[in-house]
């Protein structure tokens, strides 16, 4: 006796049926981390999502808006106007790096294991290190013979070379923890006034760090105060 699926499946046949298609709304896993790594190469932050993902090579709207979808469903970003912020944990890939990490991959970022201390704050700050961390990190491992410091210079001692490329190589800048150090060692808030120019000063992009504001005001981590705007961080580091 044939039974009933059989039966639908050849009536199916029969009338010419199509095919079950794919939910074009769901997007390939592998998609989906493609548009992870477009992000994290953006410090983790882009103005315009919708054009920095056509850039990454996602030509259909309906995939990009998939995309995002996906990573807003999973709570793997915040989303703030047209902008979209990856969360510390994604855009590093796992647990969010110490600062003593973060420390050694500023200083080993452009391959070698020293760096002039000229600008020195700003590199640091775009991999989340303020310059009271700065100071206190590098008196610290000074004294475990993890750097040698002069006055216009600063080496990662040659025992902890490699060590410094290898976070250096897994450590992404992210504008978040840019911003982050930078309000932290500015007494925790800003004036919207000023904003701009302080945070361009601090070697961090004044557009990407307005996506990352935004988020963080939709997620509590930021307020604005005053009459005159002021911004002010209550979470992590000013909590």
Same mark, same amino acid.
């Given at each position: 006796?044939?039974?009933?699926?059989?039966? #639908?499946?050849?009536?199916?046949? /029969?009338?010419?049926?199509?095919?079950?298609?794919?939910?074009?709304?769901? *997007?390939?896993? +592998?998609? !989906? &981390? @493609?548009?992870?790594?477009?992000?994290?190469?953006?410090?983790?932050?882009?103005?315009?999502?919708?054009?920095?993902?056509?850039?990454?090579?996602?030509?259909?709207?309906?995939?990009? +808006?998939?995309? !995002?979808?996906?990573?807003?469903?999973?709570? &793997?970003?915040?989303?703030?106007?047209?902008?979209?912020? =990856?969360?510390?944990?994604?855009?590093?890939?796992? *647990?969010? $790096?110490?600062?003593?990490?973060?420390?050694?991959?500023?200083?080993?970022?452009?391959?070698?294991?020293?760096?002039?201390?000229?600008?020195?704050?700003?590199?640091?700050?775009?991999?989340? !290190?303020?310059?009271?961390? @700065?100071?206190?990190?590098?008196?610290?491992?000074?004294?475990?013979? &993890? =750097? /040698?410091?002069?006055?216009?210079?600063?080496?990662?001692?040659?025992?902890?070379?490699?060590?410094?490329?290898?976070?250096?190589?897994?450590?992404? $800048?992210?504008?978040?923890?840019?911003?982050?150090?930078?309000?932290?060692?500015?007494? #925790?808030?800003?004036?919207?006034?000023?904003?701009?120019?302080?945070?361009?000063?601090?070697? =961090?992009? $004044?557009?990407?760090?307005? !996506?990352?504001?935004?988020?963080?005001? /939709? &997620?509590?981590?930021?307020?604005?105060?005053?009459?005159?705007?002021?911004?002010? =961080?209550?979470?992590? *580091?000013? /909590?």
């Amino acid at each position: 006796m044939i039974g009933a699926r059989a039966i #639908c499946f050849a009536v199916a046949a /029969s009338i010419g049926a199509p095919a079950l298609a794919v939910d074009a709304g769901i *997007p390939d896993v +592998a998609r !989906v &981390e @493609m548009a992870r790594d477009a992000l994290r190469a953006q410090t983790c932050v882009v103005t315009n999502a919708d054009a920095a993902l056509t850039a990454a090579g996602f030509a259909d709207a309906g995939e990009r +808006a998939a995309v !995002v979808e996906a990573l807003l469903g999973s709570n &793997e970003a915040v989303q703030a106007g047209d902008g979209l912020m =990856l969360r510390s944990a994604v855009c590093q890939g796992g *647990p969010e $790096p110490t600062r003593h990490n973060r420390f050694l991959a500023a200083i080993a970022s452009d391959g070698t294991c020293a760096r002039s201390t000229e600008g020195l704050a700003s590199v640091m700050g775009a991999y989340g !290190v303020n310059p009271n961390e @700065m100071a206190l990190l590098a008196d610290e491992m000074a004294r475990h013979d &993890e =750097l /040698s410091v002069s006055a216009d210079r600063i080496e990662v001692t040659a025992e902890f070379c490699d060590r410094a490329k290898e976070l250096a190589a897994t450590i992404i $800048p992210e504008t978040r923890a840019g911003f982050v150090a930078f309000m932290a060692g500015n007494e #925790c808030r800003v004036g919207v006034r000023d904003k701009d120019l302080l945070v361009s000063q601090a070697g =961090l992009d $004044p557009a990407r760090t307005d !996506v990352v504001i935004e988020a963080l005001v /939709s &997620e509590g981590e930021v307020i604005y105060y005053g009459y005159e705007k002021t911004l002010i =961080l209550v979470w992590g *580091p000013c /909590s």
